[in-house]
C-alpha cells in the first residue's frame, strides 16, 4: 500500500539553526499539509498545500516556516532559526480529492 | 471555534471486551469525521472517516456520528492487545486542515 515518506526520522540541531524536513507525499495525491505534535499534547495543524502555494496556515506557521515542493515528489518543511520550542514531532499528511489524509510517521526534531 | 474535546484516558480493558471511545466537537461546518490510530512514535494511521450522521463498519470497528448532538464514537468489538494505541477523533472540510482531539490512550489487557 502506498504511504506517505519522511526523512530523517530524527533530528537534533542547536537552537537558531535552520532545518530542513522532508516528505514524499503518496504519487497521485494533490494536497499536501503539515502537523506538528508537541510531546503530551494535541496534532496541531501548520500549513496546507496545493497546486503549488500555500492554501491554509495556522498561527504557528509564522516568518520562520517555509514550505517547498522543490520538483515533482519531494515536500519540505523548512524552519529558519529554530527555538528550543519547535522541538516536536513534525507530521507531513497528503489526499486526493475527496480522500481523508494519510500521515507519514513523523520526524522527530530536539533543538539543543 | 475550532475545537474537538476527547476524554485522555487511560482506558483499560480486557481482552475481548467492547471499546468505546467519544469524541464531541463545535464546529459544525465541518463535514468530515476520521478516527486515526497512532502508535507510539509513529504517525497517525487512519482507521475510519465518514461523512454522514449514521454508522460505517469496518470488520471490528464502528464509527458512528451524530451531528445533532455534535458527538462521534469509535467502537471496537472483540479488542486485542495488538489494539492498544492511542485513538485520535479528527474532523474537517473537504480541503481544509484536520482538527484534532487529544486523543485517548487504550490499554487492552491480555
Known amino acids: 500500500e502506498p504511504e506517505v515518506t519522511q526523512t530523517p526520522s530524527h533530528q537534533v540541531t542547536q537552537m537558531g539553526q535552520e532545518v530542513i524536513l522532508r516528505c514524499v507525499p503518496i504519487?497521485?495525491?494533490?494536497?499536501f499539509y503539515w502537523y506538528r505534535q508537541i510531546l503530551g499534547q494535541k496534532v496541531e495543524f501548520l500549513v496546507s498545500f496545493y497546486n503549488n502555494e500555500i492554501s491554509e496556515k495556522s498561527e504557528i506557521f509564522d516568518d520562520q516556516f517555509s514550505v517547498e515542493r522543490p520538483d515533482g515528489s519531494n515536500f519540505t518543511l523548512k524552519i529558519r532559526s529554530t527555538k528550543l520550542e519547535d522541538s516536536a514531532m513534525y507530521f507531513c499528511a497528503s489526499r486526493d480529492e475527496e480522500q481523508p489524509q494519510h500521515f507519514g510517521d513523523g520526524t522527530r526534531l530536539s533543538i539543543l | 471555534q475550532k475545537e474537538v474535546e476527547q476524554d485522555p484516558g487511560p482506558l483499560s480493558v480486557p481482552e475481548g471486551a467492547i471499546v468505546s471511545l467519544n469524541c464531541t466537537y463545535s464546529n459544525s461546518a465541518f463535514q468530515y469525521f476520521m478516527w486515526y490510530r497512532q502508535y507510539s512514535r509513529k504517525g497517525p494511521e487512519l482507521l475510519m472517516y465518514t461523512y454522514s450522521s449514521g454508522n460505517k463498519e469496518d470488520g471490528r470497528f464502528t464509527a458512528q456520528v451524530d451531528k445533532s448532538s455534535k458527538y462521534i464514537s469509535l467502537f471496537i468489538r472483540d479488542s486485542q492487545p495488538s489494539d492498544s494505541a492511542t485513538y485520535l477523533c479528527?474532523?474537517?472540510?473537504?480541503?481544509?486542515?484536520?482538527?484534532f482531539g487529544s486523543g485517548t490512550r487504550l490499554q487492552v489487557q491480555p
Open positions: 504519487s497521485n495525491h494533490l494536497y
Open positions: 479528527a474532523h474537517g472540510g473537504g480541503r481544509r486542515a484536520l482538527t
